[in-house]
């Protein structure tokens, strides 16, 4: 079972919430933030991203960067920019991108269900990247941003969502990048208390997007439990801010491969050892994408070849063997160039979907890159199959669109 509960959010008025939310803090560098906060002394990166307040050349990691936050943090809250509701409400929080718009519910998760593996994984976390999201929110006793889960679909809950987004929208905009973003309050205390009781129903629920965030929210509240002798396991630390999502509604789009070299090959010699697991055609001077599971697409030299893994590189069967980042990294990036660990190694690039396969035709032929791989995209299935099944996904397998905004609810902990 799911346990969530409603809470207080702190929130812009309507008349400056185009002006307060910004994108999520890791989809942009410090300076795209800089330039995007520019003039703006309500944009919410100024919590999220504060090193933009101090000199570009500033350790973004540096505790006066921190101690920014929170002094910023409190200043929104005492002019007024975000503002605490007085009830324990839920919210519904929609997405429209590209005509298609998705429904989540913005619920508090409890921090023993990730710890117990109820909030099913799919990727490893680094300790860095943790100890930062740990520290932003210990500082701030808030999760400033939310996390992005997807449940498996239900049918009452979306009965629920229906009838909620028929009342006025509480907001309602278009961002710069052409997303649509919907919001409103659930405050009606039994459509609150049946949705708490319609989620300890689900079995599980699924990070899509933010194993950091989440990753730091719960250690964070394992710490002040820890750290409070008086402890009862109700407080609000013990829970965490999500956006919930239906499995059916989400889309997981390609993320693709960009390599330096070709490990002391020949194009020819290349071309030959991907004929060994793959059947190789060569298809003119434009990427054309993936035709389908098992079949991907190469750039190199000025051409495109589609390549058709042969049957004996994947098993259809193995939540882990079936994925084409499986096969694509066995076979061509470790067996033929070298590439071990997608980590860590200063050969090999990622790009998600979302910029389109002409920015890896561009980078190829640009001279930057060697070779650009391109993959057909992750299903929401395949992924909560591998979670369910206690693995862990490749490096830089899924990307969703449209990311969340930050800034349009905050979860205090205290």
Known sequence: MAIIKPFRGIRPPKNIVEKVVCRPYDVLSSLEARLEAEGNEKSLYRIIKPEIDFDQYIDEHHPDVYNRAVQNFNEFQ????????????????????????????????????????????????????????????????ANIEPVFFAYPDNEELGAIMTRIISTPTE????????????????????????????????????????????????????????QNPN?????????????????????????????????????????????????????????????????????????CYTLTANSDTYDDNDPIGVLDVTISSKYILDEILGIKDLRTDKRIDFVGGIRGLDELKQRVDSGEMKLALALYPVTMKQLMDIADSGNIMPPKTTWFEPKLRSGLVIHKLS
């Open 78 to 141: 005492k002019n007024g920019w975000l503002v605490q509701d007085e009830d324990e409400n839920y919210y519904v929080y929609a997405q429209t991108m590209n005509g298609n718009t998705q429904y989540g519910l913005v619920v508090c998760s409890h921090i023993e269900d990730y710890m117990t593996d109820n909030i099913k994984k799919h990727e490893l976390t680094r300790k860095d990247k943790e100890e930062d999201r740990m520290m932003h929110v210990r500082v701030n006793d």
């Open 231 to 303: 402890h009862t396991g109700k407080e609000e630390y013990n829970y965490f801010m999500a956006v919930c999502f239906p499995d059916s509604q989400l889309n997981i789009i390609d993320y693709n491969r960009l390599v330096k070299d070709l490990n002391g090959l020949g194009v020819s010699e290349f071309l030959n050892k991907l004929g060994e697991h793959f059947i190789v055609e060569e298809k003119g001077t434009d990427i054309v994408p993936p035709a389908g599971l098992h079949h991907f697409s190469i750039y190199l030299d000025g051409k």
């Open 171 to 226: 907001y309602d905009f278009v961002a710069s990048d052409g997303v649509g973003h919907h919001f409103w309050i659930i405050n009606d205390r039994e459509d609150v208390a049946r949705i708490t009781e319609l989620f300890a129903s689900i079995p599980s629920l699924y990070i899509a997007d933010g194993h950091h965030r989440s990753a730091a929210a719960a250690l964070v509240g394992a710490e002040k439990a820890r």
